[in-house]
Structures are given as C-alpha cells and as structure tokens.
C-alpha cells in the first residue's frame, strides 16, 4: 500500500470548514484513497473514500486532485465533536489491511 | 443498520493469565472480521482476519490465537499473557475485503 503524508496538527474554528490535506505521491491506479478518524479512547470511524472522483456524504466531503497524488478531506461546518486525529489511507481493492500512519489531529476551537 | 460489539471495554490482566476477548457483529451476513492492536501512540496493526466460519489468517507471529465459532462472532485468545501483550484491541468488519471496515470501540488490556 501507498505511504501517506499528512501534517501533525490542525487547528480549525468552529462552524468553519475544515480542510485536512494527504499527499500520497505513490498511489498507483487501483488504490483507493480512506479516511478515518480516531476521537480519543474510541475505535475508528469510517468517514468516506474514494478512487477518482470527488466524494460527498453526510460526513464530509473528499476532493482528489486529477493526478490522484494528493486529497483534502473537507468538514463543511466543524463542530467540537469533530476534534479527533484523522487518518489518510491508501489501499488497494481487496486488501485486507489498513494502514493508520500517524494522521493529522485536528482540534476544534470554539 | 449494522451494529459491532466489543467486550469488555477495560481489562486488566496478570501475566500469565489466560484472555479471551470477544467481537460480535449484528445486520450482516458473512462478513469479513479483523482484529487489530493499538500500542499507546501509534497506528494500528492488523493480527488476524477471517472471510467465513473458522477461517482465520494470522498476519503477525505472536502469543494470541483467533477463532470464529459463528457466522458474526470473533474471538481473540492468549493461553498466557505476555507484558507485551498490553494494548488497545480492536475488532472490525466489512462486508467483503477491500471495502471500507468498521470498527467496535475496542478493549483496553492492561497487563500488570
């Protein structure tokens, strides 16, 4: 699977957009692109993945740029219960591991 | 919807002592289970995972056994702790491999 690059730490006003960037240069053309987050002391959350194009759902939405080496994971309206580390993964179609780097934890202030 | 199970939320063991920790899963049908380890501070690694009914792929050499007596039960055994053993354990499924898994919130195991 691809390695992932993602900043550390994040800092986002509440009820703005969160915008959470991954660089993943390496991904090759059957890798998808997830995100997880992790609220402390939880177990991860599926938030939405993608392959090409842009993704939306009630959580959030996944922009990939056309050559597929980077995505921006965009919380519309960040609320505190959005504070979390918040995990880039590669993966290709029909693996059965994720790799959770390090992620980037992302607090909300109010 | 589809619900996962993890129990218990906290354990603290003795070295030495057996462990049984167990992952059930509710509105699926043949769903592929995955246990993962978590040490303080770092990412995720996967330690078995089953596609069907006492079908079971260890991804890591180690002290802890897997099991899957039922369709949507999953269950992770050690006959003897190690300190090493000490972690947050979680379970996950997903409807087949490669699509997105779902995670329970995990055991704490604590090894003194």
């Known amino acids: 699977d691809a390695k992932t690059t993602q900043p550390p730490s994040m800092d986002c006003a509440e009820g703005r957009a969160a915008n959470l960037p991954c660089n993943h240069s390496t991904i090759s053309g059957n890798e998808y692109v997830y995100w997880y987050r992790q609220i402390h002391s939880q177990g991860p959350q599926y938030i939405i993945h993608?392959?090409?194009n842009n993704e939306t759902n009630e959580m959030a939405s996944l922009i990939i740029t056309e050559d597929r080496k980077s995505s921006t994971l965009i919380l519309p309206h960040a609320t505190l219960r959005d504070t979390a580390v918040y995990y880039c993964?590669?993966?290709?179609?029909?693996?059965?591991?994720?790799?959770f780097g390090t992620g980037t934890r992302l607090t909300v202030i109010p | 919807s589809q619900t996962i199970h993890q129990w218990p939320a906290t354990l603290v063991q003795p070295v030495g002592s057996p462990l049984s920790l167990e992952c059930t899963v509710e509105g699926t049908s043949n769903p592929n289970l995955y246990w993962y380890r978590q040490a303080a501070g770092r990412g995720l690694q996967l330690l078995f995972y089953?596609?069907?009914?006492?079908?079971i792929s260890s991804e890591v050499p180690q002290n802890l056994s897997a099991s899957r007596p039922q369709d949507r039960q999953f269950i992770l055994s050690s006959k003897k702790l190690l300190l090493s053993d000490s972690g947050f354990y979680l379970c996950?499924?997903?409807?087949?491999?490669?699509?997105?898994?779902?995670f329970g919130d995990g055991t704490r195991l604590s090894i003194l």
């Open positions: 996950a499924w997903s409807v087949v491999g490669g699509k997105p898994q779902h």
């Open positions: 993608g392959l090409k």
């Open positions: 089953s596609v069907g009914i006492g079908q």
């Open positions: 993964i590669v993966r290709g179609t029909g693996a059965n591991n994720l790799f």
